[in-house]
């Protein structure tokens, strides 16, 4: 049901881990759902990604878009990285099950709350960053599942 | 390869297998032929009725052979609802039911009937005492399970017929995880329908029966030909009712053999689990438990996780998270059972037969020794958990 890609991903997961005293930590989704996903950055004076890691709770589909959106992330300025979209994650990993394209807008939110808690320490503006939906939950589409 | 999901289908045993062989090329009549070709079809037919019936202490004209426990489920309620309408339309079923059982009773429900669903305690049980408090005077039938196919909860289904019975309310068992597992005799136990499904035994997929007491009023599901002494139409599935005639009598004549063999690897794969991975939770009743199953939750991580790496280990398990279910929401099972989402979602079943070995448990245990932590490295609950234990 995967791609070869997410399989990689998610087998091999790249920046799984935790950054002390980061730049900007994002946690999203809830436990109730079934996957919760935290980023931290790592965002150097020029406003540069220099790293970023992820913990994440939930399935294959969850922790490979985790792994993913890092990797897209790393070494783009903190604008780049806004404009990282689920579908450039997607893209990236060749598609995803329908299902679990809300994994997708999960890793997006993620690297939205983590910019969101960086440029609130910092006290600085991004251009375009909004402040991180509360309940990610609803961005599953809880009435448009393919069972019954 | 491992295989770890019995309780999903089995391997055909082989002399299932060789009972169904010359019934495609050879003996291919339909046995409701005059011609004398169809007279050995359709006594290998009525043979395997006598073999399934004698396995549930049933005679051989109560067994009615369907597609398998799916349309079992299906005509046992909606076909007893429908013939009980004029006495009431209060239907009982428990929380836990397959979903076969449940969304049956859920479609009666669209239609008018009413639904009582049965809470279960933390181990799955529902008793014999909370269905007679249930039972009203428009009770028409109570459907309970034999064997929950998650958990593996055995329930106390000879107490819940003695209660139906004395109510005069029919009693329906989906027995798909029971029959030829544990001991089940219909007659003892006042079962008045029963479940079953040929491949959860080592039989082919695609053919199951219903078991139905003689004398009751049932309405026909399957409408057409005259097959199954006018109750279920469909031409014969001569093949499969002869292999789940085979498996079952199979099954039955090793049954007790196989109970004390599989506990005791599972008993073995439950004690190494509790005792090597912190943060777990045995699902389903410790001791009413069916012998092939071992169901965990793991806290902090999510299940689908756990399967695709057991996979890559050459293990074939299963999972009541959201993830695996298709939908966003873990088992109702173990909804049922009291767990909260989050832990729901770390679930796995292991499900095993007669021919899993010692070794291969220990090498499924040694994996997840290996799985269970590395998922848990990657997991911010765990992180929290930590950090806040510190």
């Known amino acids: 049901m995967y791609t070869e890609k997410v399989m990689d991903h998610f087998m091999h997961p790249r920046n799984v881990g935790e950054i002390e005293n980061a730049s900007g930590v994002g946690t999203v989704g809830n436990a109730k759902c079934g996957d919760i996903m935290r980023i931290y950055l790592d965002i150097d004076e020029n406003q540069v990604v220099r790293d970023a890691k992820f913990k994440t709770f939930g399935c294959g589909a969850a922790i490979a878009t985790s792994s993913m959106a890092t990797e897209l992330i790393i070494g783009k300025t903190v604008q780049e990285a806004l404009t990282v979209s689920n579908k450039a994650v997607m893209e990236a990993l060749g598609g995803l099950p329908p299902v679990k394209v809300h994994c997708s807008l999960l890793a997006e939110q993620a690297v939205n709350a983590a910019l969101w808690d960086y440029a609130k320490k910092n006290n600085i503006t991004i251009e375009g960053l909004k402040p991180p939906v509360d309940d990610v939950d609803e961005l599953h589409d809880h009435e448009d599942e393919d069972e019954e | ?390």
């Open chain 2, 1 to 390: 390869m491992i295989y770890m999901d019995n309780a999903a289908t089995t391997k055909m045993s082989e002399r299932a297998f060789e009972a169904m062989r010359p019934y495609f090329m050879e003996q291919y009549a339909n046995p409701a032929g005059t011609y004398s070709f169809a007279s050995g079809c359709s006594a290998a037919v009525e043979n395997a009725r006598k073999q399934v019936a004698r396995v549930i202490g049933a005679k051989a004209n109560e067994i009615y052979f369907t597609s398998g426990g799916t349309e079992s489920d299906n005509w046992a309620l909606k076909g007893a609802a429908q013939a009980m309408e004029a006495k009431g339309k209060h239907i009982i079923i428990s929380a836990i039911e397959h979903h076969a059982v449940l969304h049956s009773a859920q479609a009666l429900e669209k239609q008018g009937w009413e639904i009582t669903i049965m809470p279960v305690d933390g181990d799955g049980v529902v008793t014999a005492d909370a269905i007679e408090h249930a039972i009203r005077p428009d009770t028409v039938l109570v459907s309970i399970m034999a064997a929950n196919n998650e958990i593996g909860t055995i329930e106390p289904i000879a107490e819940i017929g003695a209660v139906c019975r004395k109510h005069g309310v029919l009693f329906h068992t989906d027995a798909v995880q029971a029959v030829a597992h544990i001991p089940l005799d219909v007659a003892a136990m006042n079962i008045d329908l029963l479940s079953a499904s040929a491949h959860k035994f080592h039989g082919p997929k695609g053919v199951g029966f219903l078991y139905v007491r003689k004398g009751l009023r049932l309405a026909s599901f399957m409408d057409g030909g005259a097959q199954e002494r006018r109750r279920r139409a469909g031409t014969t599935n001569v093949a499969g009712i002869v292999g789940m005639g085979a498996a079952i009598e199979e099954a039955h004549a090793n049954m007790e053999a196989s109970m004390a063999r599989v506990s005791a690897v599972r008993d073995h794969m439950i004690a190494r689990i509790e005792k090597e991975i912190p943060y777990c939770r045995l699902n389903g009743h410790r001791t009413n438990r069916l012998p092939g199953n071992v169901n965990f939750c793991f806290r902090f991580i999510e299940g689908e996780g756990m399967l695709m790496l057991l996979d890559a280990n050459g293990i074939c398990a299963s999972s009541g998270s959201a993830c695996t279910s298709g939908s966003l929401d873990p088992s109702h099972v173990l909804l049922a059972i009291g767990l909260p989402h989050e832990i729901a979602h770390g679930s796995l079943r292991l499900s095993l037969s007669e021919e899993t070995t010692m070794e291969e448990a220990d090498k499924a245990i040694d994996a997840l020794g290996e799985i269970i932590p590395r998922l848990r490295s990657m997991s911010p609950l765990y992180e929290d958990f930590v950090r806040n234990n510190k």
